[in-house]
């Protein structure tokens, strides 16, 4: 038979709520509570201190029995006793052990000894830590073992026997036998309230508990995902504002005979510094404020048409087409196309500055009156260099497409990417009609 088990009385790391989180309990329940061997030795003590008693007075003559019978039920209380000590660890076992002893002492001396109420601890116990079924079993089986055994030894007859009184019952088979029955039955109801009362507790630690792993796991989870949004938007402000700074200072150099051209291409220098030091204090702000929320997309510091100019003046070859109605102002799906568009340039301004063209089309297909939704698709295609040449494969770590998935997938859109003919493609889908905290 598998035991009830208690609710752990200490934090573990099955979660940080115990049972005295679920219970009010005084000083004194608290240490038995924390102690049940000293609750163990108070019920044994209970039990000894009658019987014992019963079984000295019989020792010393005062009462009309064999004096070596009082020594016998003496020697078979200290037994219960001992017996009653283990009732938690083993309470069907120690049942049919006091039954034995309770026996034996009917078929001896005559005389119950008080194991009535030893039998009504050891079906406490059972009902506490077993099944219905087990304790039920237990009872019945303990009551008709002592009953049958009243039966057979005890004398009936008012003038048959003389027996001293007792603490317990007397030693007749029907007042012992409804003393039995009665204490055994009122011991297996509150058995049974205990043991329903410490699964109830079980359960609300399990559920408090589980909710608590839950809470420790959304957490974690949202740290992740404020790391990794952080760390996004780094890789736009590194990634992209240094590239076109680099590409910049290198037109500023080529330029160096033409003065208009280079101070053109200052003036776009320092414009992108600027906005890369607003992005990186945004982001640093974050950092140093944990309770401050990170936006989807930086706040747009400039509009798709001055973010091609910019690419043009770093010398790429951009154009740019518009189908349809492209929404205008602060969009969030449109501000995470313009970002993709940013990443999709600058990737490359970085690994194909030798491209002969680079063409970005963005484009709105509404279908919501087939029962579609609104979306925005972007496309960005490098046509390749003049001449087919071979780039070198494995170029750059893959973060800026990842990036771009993850802006789109927060639109309920996808991202692909990868070559086409001697270039490179880069498209995007992302809804319109939808709210980002929506999406699943």
């Known amino acids: 038979m598998r035991a009830f088990r208690r609710p752990p009385t200490e934090a573990s790391a099955a979660g940080p709520f115990t049972e005295f989180?679920?219970?009010?309990?005084?000083?004194?329940?608290?240490?038995?509570?924390?102690h049940p061997a000293v609750m163990d030795v108070v019920v044994a003590t209970l039990f000894l201190i009658p019987s014992s008693v019963n079984a000295v007075l019989i020792a010393l003559g005062h009462a009309e029995a064999p004096e070596w019978s009082g020594w016998v039920l003496f020697g078979i209380a200290l037994a219960a006793f001992a017996l009653l000590l283990r009732r938690r660890r083993e309470p069907v076992l120690i049942a049919g052990a006091i039954t034995v002893l309770g026996v034996v002492a009917i078929a001896t001396t005559g005389d119950s000894g008080g194991l009535e109420l030893a039998a009504a601890f050891t079906i406490y116990a059972v009902a506490s830590s077993r099944r219905p079924s087990v304790a039920w079993v237990t009872l019945g089986l303990q009551a008709l073992t002592l009953i049958s055994a009243a039966a057979l030894f005890l004398d009936e007859t008012p003038g048959g026997s003389s027996r001293p009184v007792e603490l317990d019952a007397s030693t007749s088979p029907a007042p012992f036998s409804t003393v039995l029955v009665l204490g055994q039955l009122i011991a297996l109801g509150i058995g049974t309230g205990v043991r329903s009362r410490?699964?109830?507790?079980?359960?609300?630690?399990?559920?408090?508990?589980?909710?608590?792993?839950?809470?420790?796991?959304?957490?974690q989870l949202a740290a992740a995902a404020e790391r990794a949004r952080i760390a996004r938007e780094m890789h736009d402000v590194?990634?992209?504002?240094?590239?076109?700074?680099?590409?910049?200072?290198?037109?500023?150099r080529a330029a160096a005979n033409d003065p208009p051209?280079?101070?053109v291409a200052l003036d776009a220098l320092t414009e992108t510094g600027r906005s890369a030091l607003d992005d990186m204090r945004r982001v640093l702000g974050v950092l140093r404020d944990p309770d401050a929320e990170v936006p989807f997309a930086p706040e747009r510091a400039v509009g798709l048409d001055d973010l091609i100019a910019r690419f043009r003046a770093a010398g790429l070859p951009?154009?740019?087409?518009?189908?349809?109605d492209v929404p205008t102002g602060a969009v969030p799906a449109r501000d995470a196309a313009d970002r993709i568009v940013q990443e999709a340039l600058t990737n490359a301004l970085r690994y194909a500055p030798d491209t002969s063209a680079v063409m970005v089309e963005v484009s709105r297909r509404d279908e919501r009156r087939h029962g579609g939704g609104d979306w925005l698709d972007v496309n960005v295609i490098d046509a390749g260099p003049p001449a087919r040449v071979t780039r070198p494969a494995g170029v750059g770590t893959?973060?800026?497409i990842i990036g771009m998935r993850e802006r789109a997938a927060v639109h309920g859109g996808s991202v692909t990417a990868g070559p086409e003919g001697s270039g490179w493609r880069v498209h995007a889908t992302l809804r319109l009609d939808l709210d980002p905290k929506e999406i699943p």
């Open 21 to 34: 989180d679920a219970r009010r309990l005084d000083p004194i329940r608290t240490y038995l509570v924390r």
């Open 238 to 252: 590194v990634a992209h504002s240094l590239t076109v700074m680099v590409a910049l200072a290198e037109g500023v």
């Open 318 to 324: 951009v154009r740019l087409v518009l189908r349809g």
């Open 198 to 219: 410490r699964e109830h507790i079980a359960n609300l630690i399990d559920r408090a508990n589980a909710l608590a792993r839950d809470r420790e796991r959304q957490s």
């Open 261 to 263: 051209l280079a101070e």
């Open 398 to 400: 893959g973060r800026g």
